[in-house]
């Protein structure tokens, strides 16, 4: 591959202009790394991958024109957002072009209450624009002030505003992607609803997404709370109540188990020493309603604050979802996490995880609305049986062997696991529909160039030395 890379990056060059080309120094390699180093498994699969080149395309015909360039040169092209995911998803196997979309970054429009947006644009632009006309994101990571729209549909799955509008793939959420594909002349295909499922969370291995239509939520005025309650049970039944009712519009629902809250040092002045505590956004006005609600189950209101408008932190979120797993790690580098699904029998589950592994799992848990609610299209959790209780629990990592030990037996008892310690995609969440995705990336990159290695069930890979089986 080296010759074919010193003319490519000739051509890149005068696709995309010698300024946007990077083939060494710091940005060549902060740009081929993600926050892969969470897990310790990814550590020592991805230490020391990187690309050869970063481009940076400010425009679809700069984009197509680096896609064909690197479709002649037969080298991998890996699409690049904010870098945030987890699972190594940007980080090149085989070396090649990552393809960076920061300048491809502009809001087209918020009209009628959906965005119109680049790939590149960040959440957190966009979720401040929407909410100066009155609208807000129905769904982001706990990462939206840095992710990019791109990002979080190719790489992420939900988070803030999951308990009411479920995640990405939920039905309505998307209302249309635009993808270019890698060929000797790049075309723009046009998925619509349910057909952009077969792009959505394949990691830049579909097709290099260029423009999204994301509908959004009509605005609310939120207050952020943190309840406290010695009694992880008793906190526990009021949180899973308060995540199922359907009269107080929330956007987050997150418990965490001592000693977790001790990891969040800029809250320690709110929180008590061995306590479990829930954090929540709820509307404004229904907030007294919600603190007198639990304060009447004997748990108290350790803090409130509202979120300001426009947004600007403090933001309790910046404590939820996979931020919490970044808390425990700067403050115990030996811990590490799983992403979990419960059943409705959840309180068991929790029971026999503590029974088989004492001490080593932490419990950190999120609600969010179930896909059955969202497919009759009603956005209100009404249905006490539609919320579902997942997490990301953390675990004090012992060995590979352990941790794949935890992961099993989760699965045996009926835990659902999307593993965060595998780049394949197909391993690393549900892929219900991978016969469609396999069958969309054979029509959009014939060179099988775009992310080569990260989906494990694709046939052909022509950097691999085994090619991975159907
Ligand atoms: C502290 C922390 C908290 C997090 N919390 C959450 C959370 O709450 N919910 C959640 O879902 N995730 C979470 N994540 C993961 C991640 O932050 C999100 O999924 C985020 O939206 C990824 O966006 P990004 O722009 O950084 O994408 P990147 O990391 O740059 O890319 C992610 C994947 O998408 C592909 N990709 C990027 N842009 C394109 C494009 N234009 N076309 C095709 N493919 C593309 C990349 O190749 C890669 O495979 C968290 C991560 C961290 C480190």
Not at 390 to 397: A, H, N, T
């Amino acid at each position: 591959m080296a010759d074919r890379l010193e003319s490519l990056k000739t051509d890149l060059r005068a696709a995309v202009g010698a300024a946007n080309v990077f083939d060494g120094g710091e940005t060549l390699e902060a740009l081929s790394k993600d926050f892969y180093w969470y897990s310790p498994v990814l550590r020592r699969q991805l230490d020391g991958k990187r690309a050869d080149v970063v481009v940076r395309p400010g425009s679809i015909d700069e984009l197509k024109a680096a896609a064909a360039a690197c479709y002649r040169a037969k080298v991998p092209l890996v699409p690049r957002g904010a870098g945030t995911g987890n699972y190594g998803q940007c980080v090149p196997l085989y070396g090649g072009v990552v393809v960076d979309m920061a300048r491809m970054d502009r809001i087209l429009s918020l009209d009628g209450g959906v965005a119109r947006v680049q790939a590149g644009a960040r959440l957190g632009t966009i979720e401040a624009e929407a909410r100066k006309l009155g609208w807000e994101l129905r769904c982001m990571p706990s990462t939206w002030v840095k992710s990019t729209m791109g990002g979080f549909l190719c790489g992420g799955s939900g988070g803030i505003g999951s308990i009411t509008w479920g995640g990405i793939n939920a039905p309505g959420n998307v209302k249309s992607l635009t993808m270019m594909t890698c060929e000797g002349e790049p075309r723009l295909v046009r998925l619509e609803e349910a057909q952009s499922l077969k792009a959505l969370h394949t990691y830049g291995t579909t097709g290099i997404m260029v423009e999204v239509e994301m509908r959004l939520a009509p605005k609310v005025d939120y207050e952020q709370l943190i309840l406290s309650s010695p009694d992880w049970d008793r906190l526990l039944d009021w949180t899973d109540a308060a995540s199922r009712r359907g009269d107080w519009r929330k956007r987050l629902v997150t418990q965490f188990e001592w000693p977790i809250p001790s990891y969040f040092k800029p809250l320690a002045r709110y929180l008590r020493p061995g306590d479990a505590v829930t954090f929540l956004l709820v509307d404004r006005s229904q907030a007294d309603e919600v603190v007198a609600n639990a304060s009447a189950a004997g748990i108290e209101c350790a803090h409130r604050m509202p979120l300001a408008d426009p947004p600007r932190p403090p933001f309790i979120s910046d404590y939820t979802w996979n931020h919490t797993t970044l808390w425990a790690i700067k403050m115990d580098p030996s811990i590490t996490y799983v992403q979990s699904g419960f059943g409705r029998n959840f309180r068991e589950q929790f029971a026999e995880i503590r029974r088989r592994f004492p001490g080593e799992v932490l419990f950190h848990l999120e609600w969010t609305a179930g896909n059955a609610k969202m497919m009759r299209g009603n956005a209100v959790a009404n249905n006490p049986d539609e919320v579902v209780v997942g997490g990301i629990p953390l675990v004090f990592f012992r060995s590979e062997e352990r941790l794949a030990e935890l992961i099993a037996f989760c699965e045996e008892i009926g835990v659902f696991i999307a593993n965060p310690h595998t780049f394949f995609l197909e391993d690393g969440g549900r892929h219900p529909n991978i016969a469609d995705k396999r069958a969309f990336k054979s029509e959009v990159d014939p060179g099988s160039l775009l992310n080569p290695g990260k989906m494990r069930t694709y046939p052909v890979n022509p950097f691999a030395a085994e090619h991975a089986a159907p």
